[in-house]
């Protein structure tokens, strides 16, 4: 199994940026996908999740702003962020696990290697 982010990169504050999880070996669509990100001296943390049945949930903090969709014909996962804020820099994760979403990192069976997103003028 292998989950290959892409699209990480620098954007200013209030602009977008989407990045994506493709997946071999797996098919998402019976599995739960989530976006993990972790900033430097920080603890890994779910952003945003969806479920095999394509149920969505968000971290407070990113609500309004995220969105998490899935191709199924594409077995790609993508994270779409808009109004982006400096705190949302972070290497962001893809992970995903057979059962519901959960934000315990544990419990994730299978991650991608990170794209890092910068948010700075």
């Known amino acids: 199994v292998h989950l290959v982010e892409s699209g990480g990169g620098l954007v200013q504050p209030g602009g977008s940026l989407s990045v994506s999880c493709a997946a071999s070996?797996?098919?998402?669509?019976?599995?739960?996908v989530g976006w993990y990100r972790q900033a430097p001296g920080e603890e890994r943390e779910l952003v945003a999740g969806?479920?095999?049945?394509?149920?969505?949930a968000y971290v407070d903090s990113v609500k309004g702003r995220f969105t998490i969709s899935r191709d199924n014909a594409k077995n790609t996962v993508y994270l779409r962020m808009n109004n982006l804020k400096p705190e949302d820099t972070a290497v962001y994760y893809c992970?995903?696990?057979?059962?519901?979403?959960?934000?315990?990192?544990?419990?994730?069976?299978?991650w991608g290697q990170g794209t890092q997103v910068t948010v700075s003028s």
């Open positions: 070996g797996i098919i998402f669509s019976q599995n739960a």
């Open positions: 992970a995903a696990r057979a059962s519901h979403i959960t934000d315990d990192a544990r419990l994730y069976d299978y």
């Open positions: 969806i479920s095999s049945a394509g149920n969505t």
